[in-house]
Nanobody, 124 residues
Framework: QVQLLESGGGSVQAGGSLRLSCSAS?????????MGWFRQAAGKEREGVAA????????FRADSVKGRFSVLRDNFKKQVYLQMNNLAPEATAVYYC????????????????WGQGTQVTVSS
């Protein structure tokens, strides 16, 4: 059973940075998986932020975060990171880590396993 645990959320002022981490367990062949980051703001639908194929590179990054957010991987530790720079108040949301078998992008229904989420709050 795949289990995902996010950490690193918190409160930051606009222009600041945060790094979210996602620790994965129960994945037998992580190199053939995609790990995605999604977020859901209050009253809005969940949206894809970024995703990375664990056997390669980034497969998706939302236009709204290009140039500011990066997704990184550490296959040995089975961890994925979302580096968020120059944060804006619009980034306030619960951020979720998700697992997909194969190569996936920013579509939530492609992902079968999800973490519990971590809150990110950006104040102006």
């Amino acid at each position: 059973q795949v289990q995902l645990l996010e950490s690193g959320g918190g409160s930051v002022q606009a222009g600041g940075s945060l790094r979210l981490s996602c620790s994965a367990s129960g994945i037998t062949e992580i190199e053939t998986s995609t790990m995605g980051w999604f977020r859901q703001a209050a009253g809005k639908e969940r949206e894809g932020v970024a995703a990375i194929y664990m056997g390669g590179s980034t497969t998706f990054r939302a236009d709204s975060v290009k140039g500011r957010f990066s997704v990184l991987r550490d296959n040995f530790k089975k961890q994925v990171y979302l580096q968020m720079n120059n944060l804006a108040p619009e980034a306030t949301a619960v951020y979720y880590c998700a697992h997909c078998s194969g190569i996936c992008g920013g579509i939530a229904y492609e992902y079968r396993s999800w973490g519990q989420g971590t809150q990110v709050t950006v104040s102006s």
